[in-house]
């Protein structure tokens, strides 16, 4: 889909002032609702934001928060707004001119034409290389006396959040040796009105940069921006490689170089044009403090844990400052919009430099970045589908991936049906799939350690049907009846995809004390009724009831394959139910999902009306209360 809105010279005009112009290009697109009744940064704007992006809704402007500044939500929340924010037609269209780029780049240049022609390409891309101005910036025009963060409206986004956090905050580090800069996005909980946490993971650029600094023991400055253009907050979720500037990579996108001025406390650079600067240190000599939990991009919270401490020396603002942030839980929510911008920008890197066979790639939204893949490739050789999943495995973030399917190139994995429909007429669980140990996100809660799990491979580039689709029905014959006297435990059935000719069936399932699902699968299996299927998906019970999106969200974050997975008779158990001790032998707290409390719904159902943002729409969260067991962040906790 292309969107022309990004290229009148109104819009660019409205660039130039940031974040507040890219209000205006929102507003003037039909993309941004104004609130303008008080609603609080404490739960509520978490609420009503959940409610718009799950029904595909518009930006949303706050602009009575009990602070003086207005926050802004939702901003990314569709493919339209994203373009928007980084002034495209299309996210295919900056994907093309960066695969232009590295294809000169990449090839020999021996002959004085193909020197010649690439010399428009390449200046042009150095005369995007960010300046540094010696004057004060539009960032600076307040500065703020004392620094206080309780005077910006943060937001406390869910009930067993462990207080309010910084969901946007675009985080500017140096290399004490090298004095490269890495600009990244960590979430921050604010501790007091001079100190948060810094959420820094273990596989991320400013970790190495704080353990550079531990070695040195010296303080690590750092340099925290909110709003300005907001290809500065997609330049910072970017998965580059290290020590490529996120500011030239940003200057790429807008085609305009990033104007930078000097902090001033430290000697960090940001941009000129954001609309907040919050300065400090970490001093890697100090304890680290615990942080958490918070609900989280993978639809439940990440439980507590140590991280450094981040002290505020300084903080400046723009007149008219806006406060943008995020919220991120159970998908669909706004961050889907800024993967989708990754998948489309950065298949043209990966065909470049790692696999030129890849055709297409994407990740659905529902696999919540890092769980689930889906690559076509042209295949030309046996095997070739487990070559291309060892390169993904292998290219940057991609290490994360837990679930990896690999078709041909006819295929097009973008409607999800037909490629379930190839899937289960091309692939033989037997002998198609792999599972593989590996690195898992430091977010995901069911590896059974700490950042490490397992993946699985599927390989669908097969061509030869092994049982044409329309016959499953007639000779599976499943007694659905029969089924359920058979095996009390399974509460629900969902056979739909059955009938529809595809040989899947999932069931909502009570475990016994002691015992694993997928162990109670396996004994299923052997009976006659599912003889001939191939995919026996398992849940607890109340998510059986849910829609497929959920329950292949819910599937994919609850799983470990090497741990949840067997292979029975040629059929593929899916075991993607909450784990325990008692059963499954998992040995790590297990958290609920994230869901907003009885009263904040209660509170923003009365409210609604007053928002003038349309007829109410049920809170989501209605629909997964059942599946927590407490009002806590632990589901279980040892």
Known sequence: MSFQFFSTAKAQRHREDGLSGFILILEEAGELIRINVPVSPHLEMTEINDRMVKSGGKALLFEQTGYEFPVLLNAFGSEKRMC???GLASLDEVGARLEKVLQILKSPGDSWIKKIRSLPILAKLGSLTPGISKRKGKCQEVIMDPPDLHRLPILTCWPADGGPYITLPVVH????????RNVGMYRMQVYSGQSTGMHWQLHKDATKHFHAYQELKKRMPVAVTLGGDPVYTYAATAPLPPDVDEYLFAGFLRRKKVKLIKCLTNDLEVPEDVDFVIEGYVDPGEPFRTEGPFGDHTGFYSLPDDYPVFHVTCITHRRHAVYPATIVGIPPQEDAWLGKATERLFIAPIRTTILPELKDMDL??????????????????PGHAFKAMNALWGAGQMMFNKILIVTGEKINIHDYRKTLEWIACHVEPARDIIMIPGPLDVLDHAGSQFAFGSKMGV???????????????ESIGFDEAGFLKLFPEVKVIRDEWLKAGIPLIVAGIEKPTGQSARDMAVTMIKSKQLASIKFFILVDTPAALWGWKDITWLVSANLDPIRDCRIENNTLIIDGTTKTHEGDGFTRDWPNVIVSSPETVALVDQKWESLGIGPLITSPSLKYRDLISNNSAYRVKK
Do not use: C, M, W
């Not at 580090?173 to 490269?180: A, C, L, M, R």
């Not at 529902?366 to 690559?375: K, M, Q, R």
């Open 173 to 180: 580090t140096k290399d004490p040796v090298t004095g490269i």
């Open 459 to 473: 390989d669908g580039t097969r061509d030869s049907y092994q049982l044409a689709i329309n016959n499953y029905q």
């Open 364 to 381: 659905p939204v529902e696999g919540g970045f890092h769980n689930i893949t889906i690559a076509a490739i042209q295949a030309t050789f």
């Open 84 to 86: 928007l924010a980084l």
